[in-house]
């Protein structure tokens, strides 16, 4: 058999005794067949993983074999438990006489813990926009965990401006076939694919991993609900994740605990949403019981959609109904709450933005309940921002960046810092790396500095 690792490693979920490992078996990864996805033959193939605590593999080795399955386009997903918290593991794949690449991740902290945790935050990677410079840069950071919020993919047909090429016939995706060739180019690339394996990661979606702006079960048709069941199926075959899709649904809102630093709590926007309700009345109820009762310092809110007011001066519409904007009543509910140590991390708009969370968005005097810092994109083009404009009319925003990047985090007892990284240019190789600011969030409430800018 030709190399079947063709889309790299990855592992994800982490617990403080366990985490999801990932592989997918594609020889040719965008196959135009779809009765052969990856180009592997319509069977069974028995895959063996291993897992230890040195890249060597002779410290607490641990291994098994599982079945790739032509359902599940020959992906894989490993239950990998028992083991110590708070700790690096290396694991690696293999079938036949091939070896997969080795991967590096690491188990949430003991519920105990006080150590702080490192944490990074990308979004928006729109391949033919350009090259994935950030996520080698990211790798190099050896984060805790990476969280993405959002459009891994984008079902459009290939842009009319572009740094690379899509798959062929680089058309919109709407079949079960056509998801997995888009994730099988976007995970070809090899910065994305050395971001995966530096550590674990815990993904949420936004629109574009099915349709563009779509909210909940769409216009109701079975058209539409086969094509969202396709797009689910191929955003869990190209992902460490603990669920599989279940009658054209996909479990995603859920909570990941570091120690006594931070609750992270995953949310799905797209899935359970209506005109009314953002979340759903379920995932609301949920969130908000977590908010009021979790003990850690820290309650973070890892979500796709620019959550703060942010009103655009000019001709109508000035708030972007997409957004939180869309849905006021929930968004004060949560905002309510009462949650000390509120952190909203958010993505979707291209550009990095940070802001202050008010009780009364309308009021400059109002409480300021909690922070949100939203990251840039990995690589899609950004909007045409009337910068200025927008900062003058919104006095809890904070900072603005254009640039391609991601956040660098790091939550401890007493503060929690984020660093914009930027690149200057994402259409050639080997943009460096710069620091566009830093803040710092600390104290027995929550204050918000601007501690650098350069």
């Not at 617990?15 to 069977?43: F, N, Q, S």
């Not at 993983?49 to 080795?61: K, V």
């Not at 940070?354 to 109002?366: G, Q, T, W």
């Not at 921002?385 to 991601?406: E, I, K, M, Q, W």
Request: glycine fraction near 8%; include cysteine; charged fraction near 25%.
């Amino acid at each position: 058999m030709a190399n079947p690792f063709t889309l790299g490693v990855a592992s994800g979920e982490p617990l403080p005794d366990g985490v999801m490992l990932w592989t997918r078996l594609a020889v040719d990864p965008v196959h135009p067949d779809p009765k052969r996805p990856g180009g592997m033959a319509p069977r069974a193939v028995e895959v063996r993983w291993q897992l230890a605590e040195d890249e060597r593999f002779t410290r607490n080795l641990r291994q098994g074999s599982i079945q790739a399955l032509p359902v599940w386009a020959h992906s894989v997903h490993v239950r990998a438990a028992g083991l110590r918290p708070g700790a690096d593991y290396f694991y690696r794949f293999r079938t036949g006489n091939q070896h997969s690449p080795t991967g590096r991740t690491r188990t949430a902290d003991d519920p105990d813990s006080t150590r702080p945790v490192r944490f990074a935050v990308a979004d928006c990677q729109r391949y033919e926009h350009g090259l994935y410079t950030a996520y080698r840069h990211l790798a190099g950071e050896r984060p805790d965990v990476v969280f993405h919020v959002g459009d891994y993919i984008y079902e459009l047909r290939e842009s009319a401006r572009t740094v690379r090429r899509l798959e062929p016939p680089r058309r919109e995706t709407v079949t079960l076939h056509e998801y997995r060739n888009r994730h099988a180019r976007y995970k070809s690339d090899p910065d994305l694919q050395a971001a995966h394996a530096a550590a674990p990661w815990v993904p949420v979606w936004d629109d574009h991993e099915v349709l563009d702006n779509y909210r909940g079960r769409g216009d109701g048709s079975a058209a539409f609900l086969k094509r969202r069941g396709a797009a689910y199926q191929a955003y869990y075959e190209h992902m460490p994740l603990r669920v599989r899709p279940r009658d054209g649904a996909l479990q995603m809102y859920r909570r990941r605990t570091y120690g006594m630093i931070a609750d992270f709590l995953a949310l799905d926007t797209r899935q359970h949403r209506d005109a009314t309700h953002m979340l759903g009345p379920a995932q609301e109820e949920w969130l908000l019981t977590r908010l009021r009762t979790s003990p850690v310092r820290w309650r973070i809110l890892i979500q796709p959609l620019f959550f703060a007011r942010r009103f655009v001066p000019g001709p109508p519409p000035n708030l972007r109904r997409d957004s939180w904007d869309g849905h006021p009543e929930q968004r004060a509910r949560i905002l309510a709450a009462g949650a000390p140590g509120l952190v909203v991390f958010s993505g979707d708009v291209h550009n990095a933005w940070a802001a202050e969370l008010k009780s009364d968005f309308l009021d400059p005097a109002a409480a300021t309940v909690g922070v949100e810092f939203v990251a840039s994109a990995i690589s899609s083009l950004p909007p045409a921002t009337d910068v200025p404009a927008v900062l003058s009319a919104n006095p809890h925003l904070r900072f603005f960046d254009g640039r391609r990047g991601y956040l660098s985090c790091t939550a401890g007892p007493t503060d929690l810092r984020v660093a914009y990284r930027a690149v200057d240019f994402v259409d050639v190789p080997g943009a460096p790396l710069r620091t566009a600011a830093e803040f710092v969030t600390e104290g027995s409430g929550l204050t918000f500095e601007n501690a650098s800018s350069k």
